[in-house]
């Protein structure tokens, strides 16, 4: 039998708020501030709902951010000797503003493979995600090595792992043998070096389609 009644007492209208004004936060950022200062020279590798990853060719990003960024950035994060000498403690944990998660420390090398599922290296050290994987294989059993030849080489990759089940009121465990790596995003369209993207329904897809024909 269904429900006759439904106490609708959870806020789902904040949840969806949040992510449409979080969306509205992320495009003011690229078309505010990355495209108008760098143009062609900012290159968005990943984004979510509250975070950015790009790559931006200029010599020096710290005085950038420093001169033109200090309405978009939140630097309480960074270390008081920072090298660049960029003013530490700015809009300290303010709403709206974006916090370098790698505090002042260079990324040197990211990989994206689809929503979720990404590693970037900071100097020797290696920070992966891999959504659905448990973090303690992701942890000990993955390596930034695994993401790039996931990439480049477009392999599949699977890790066994033990997990706890319920059915009928009984607990037991399960060892699975699930995908943990795969480059193939859905949510994009992919072009033909592999590896740059497009939203569905960009107008470039259709001339991609054309070369790719001739």
């Keep these: ?11 789902i209208y904040l949840g969806f708020s949040i992510l449409d004004l979080s969306k509205t936060l992320m495009t003011d950022f690229v078309y505010k501030y990355l495209k108008p200062t760098y143009g062609d020279r900012a290159t ?4 979510d709902t509250d975070s950015i990853i790009c790559t931006v060719e200029t010599p020096d990003i710290y005085k950038d951010m420093n001169e033109h960024g200090r309405q978009w950035f939140d630097t309480s994060n ?31 090398e ?7 599922m990404y590693a970037f290296k900071v100097g020797t050290r290696e920070t992966k995600r891999a959504k659905g994987v448990k973090k303690n294989i992701v942890k000990n059993e993955m390596n930034f090595a695994d993401y790039k030849t996931c990439l480049d080489m477009h392999r599949v990759s699977y890790r066994t792992m033990n997990m706890i089940r ?27 070096d592999v590896i ?19």
């Design 1 to 11: 039998m269904r429900k006759t009644k439904i106490k609708f007492d959870k806020p």
């Design 78 to 108: 960074y270390p008081s000797d920072h090298l660049s000498g960029i003013e530490v403690g700015l809009n300290s944990k303010d709403l709206g503003m974006f916090k370098d998660e790698c505090a002042g420390s260079p990324m040197t």
């Design 110 to 116: 990211f990989v994206g493979l689809r929503p979720k």
């Design 44 to 47: 968005i590798c990943y984004t």
């Design 166 to 192: 319920s059915r009928d009121h009984q607990i037991y465990t399960l060892e699975c043998r699930k995908k943990a790596l795969s480059a193939d995003d859905y949510k994009r369209y992919i072009l033909s």
């Design 196 to 214: 740059s993207t497009l939203a569905h329904g960009h107008y470039r897809i259709e001339i991609n389609e054309q070369h790719t024909r001739e």
